[in-house]
């Protein structure tokens, strides 16, 4: 069975940072490319930043600089550290795994507040 659970959510004032997480099982989590989605009250589901199972990283325009992802194969933890936080970031983080489009899996979400 596979799972994907996110943690590390929380309400923080604007300016702060967070590290997600999100722990997978099931899968071979080193050849997944991996990335966080984030849907925001209202608004569809947009990427934030994936990383290939080599590593290589690519990021939102509106989060480039402030948000970093990073995974670690030994752990099977995928990891998302955002710093200055803004507003506009609130919203409901998504984990997701991807073989190639021939496998695709979910994680339920982890709601970060950014608010004064």
């Known amino acids: 069975q596979v799972q994907l659970v996110e943690s590390g959510g929380d309400s923080v004032q604007p300016g702060g940072s967070l590290r997600l997480s999100c722990a997978a099982s099931?899968?071979?989590?080193?050849?997944?490319?991996m990335a966080w989605y984030r849907q925001a009250p209202g608004k569809q589901r947009e990427l934030v930043a994936t990383?290939?199972?080599?590593?290589?990283?690519m990021y939102a325009d509106s989060v480039k600089g402030r948000f970093f992802i990073s995974r670690d194969n030994a752990k099977n933890t995928l990891y998302l550290q955002m710093n200055s936080l803004k507003p506009e970031d609130t919203a409901d983080y998504y984990c997701?795994?991807?073989?190639?489009?021939?496998?695709?899996?979910w994680g339920k979400g982890t709601l970060v507040t950014v608010s004064s």
């Open positions: 099931g899968i071979m989590f080193s050849i997944y490319a």
């Open positions: 997701n795994a991807d073989l190639r489009s021939l496998r695709n899996y």
């Open positions: 990383i290939a199972s080599g590593g290589e990283t």
